[in-house]
C-alpha cells in the first residue's frame, strides 16, 4: 500500500447521497475517511450530494447528521450541501462548452433503450449500456430548432473528442497504485441533467477541488467513475486528488449492505439498543493507523 504523500495536508471526505438511512456500510465509509484525515493530522469534511430532487429528502438528510454524530464522527466546518450550489456548476459546463466538449440529448430513456435494441449491438461499461451517441450527430439545423422548440436536453461529454484534447492521464489508488485513466469505458457520460444544472460526475469533481479534497475515499463500487473524474480535473484545469477505494462491507451472508435492508441501518441499530463501539465493530471498522 502507497502512503499519502503529505500526511499533514490530508483533507478528505464522506459525500453521501441523502436518498435512505444510513448502513453499515455508510458507517464503515464515513470511519473510513475519518480516520484517514485524522491520523494524519488533517481535516475531514461532511458533503450531502442532494442534487437529485426527486430521490433525495431533507428527512434524510437530517437522520444523516444525527447518526454520524451519534457514531462519533466530527466533521470540520459546515456542511456542503449541494443543491445550496446549483449554481456554481454553471463555470464548468462553460469552459467545457467553449472547448466543443458538449452536446444536448434529447433522448428520453424510452428512446436510448430502441436506440440499442434497434442497433442489436450495445457496449457496456460500468454503469451499463453506452449512451449509442444519438444527439451526438444531430445535424446543426435540428439541434438549433429542438432547443427553440423547448424540448427538454440534458448536456453529455463527447467522450472521444474530449480525450482527445485531454491526452493520456492516470490516476493514483493509494491500495490498488497507479491507474491508467480510461473515462472511455463510461462513453458520453451526462454532465447535465433534464431536471438539473449538473450531474454525480460534474459535481462530485467540482465539489472536491472547492472543498481542497486532497484524498478521496470511497466505496469500491465507485472505483471505475474515477476514470471519468480524472478527465474532468484535466479539462477543467482542477487539482489531482489521491484516491482510495476500501471494499464493501457485506452481510453474514455476503450481499453487500443496501438501503432497503432497513434492519441493518444505524438508526434501526441505535434504537435496538447497539452502541457506537458496537457499530463500528458489526462494520468491521478498524482506525488507519499510519
Ligand atoms: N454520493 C455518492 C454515494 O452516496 C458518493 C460519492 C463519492 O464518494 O464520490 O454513493
Known amino acids: 500500500m502507497i502512503t499519502a504523500m503529505n500526511q499533514a495536508s490530508v483533507i478528505t471526505r464522506f459525500a453521501p447521497s441523502p436518498t435512505g438511512f444510513l448502513h453499515l456500510g455508510h458507517a464503515f465509509s464515513a470511519l473510513f475517511a475519518e480516520s484517514r484525515a485524522r491520523a494524519a493530522g488533517g481535516r475531514f469534511l461532511?458533503?450531502?450530494e442532494d442534487i437529485d430532487t426527486t430521490r433525495c429528502r431533507p428527512e434524510w438528510a437530517e437522520a444523516i447528521l444525527t447518526d454520524l454524530r451519534w457514531l462519533g464522527l466530527n466533521w470540520d466546518g459546515p456542511v456542503r450541501r449541494q443543491s445550496e450550489h446549483l449554481d456554481d456548476y454553471r463555470p464548468a459546463l462553460d469552459r467545457l462548452d467553449q472547448r466543443g466538449l458538449l452536446y444536448p440529448c434529447f433522448c428520453t430513456r424510452a428512446e436510448i433503450a430502441a436506440e440499442i435494441a434497434r442497433s442489436g449491438h450495445a457496449p457496456h461499461g460500468p454503469d451499463?449500456?453506452?449512451?449509442?451517441?444519438?444527439?451526438?450527430?444531430?445535424?446543426p439545423q435540428e439541434r438549433q430548432d429542438r432547443l427553440a422548440g423547448g424540448q427538454p436536453y440534458a448536456l453529455r461529454l463527447d467522450m472521444r473528442a474530449a480525450i482527445t484534447?485531454?491526452?493520456?492521464?492516470?490516476?493514483?489508488?493509494l491500495d490498488a497504485g497507479l491507474q491508467t485513466a480510461r473515462p472511455d469505458i463510461f462513453g458520453d457520460v451526462v454532465l447535465a441533467r433534464k431536471d438539473t444544472p449538473t450531474s454525480y460526475h460534474l459535481a462530485v469533481v467540482w465539489d472536491d477541488a472547492v472543498q481542497g479534497i486532497t484524498l478521496v475515499t470511497r466505496g469500491n463500487d465507485l472505483f471505475e467513475a474515477s476514470h471519468v473524474h480524472r478527465l474532468l480535473q484535466a479539462l477543467l484545469a482542477l487539482p489531482v486528488p489521491d484516491y482510495h477505494h476500501h471494499c464493501l462491507r457485506t452481510d453474514a451472508e455476503g450481499r453487500r449492505y443496501a438501503k432497503r435492508d432497513k434492519a441493518l441501518t444505524i438508526a434501526s441499530l441505535r434504537q435496538s439498543g447497539l452502541l457506537p463501539a458496537q457499530i463500528r465493530e458489526l462494520a468491521g471498522f478498524i482506525p488507519f493507523a499510519r
Do not use: I
Open 46 to 48: 461532511l458533503r450531502l
Open 128 to 139: 451499463g449500456a453506452l449512451y449509442p451517441g444519438t444527439c451526438r450527430s444531430l445535424g
Open 165 to 173: 484534447q485531454a491526452g493520456p492521464l492516470s490516476w493514483r489508488d
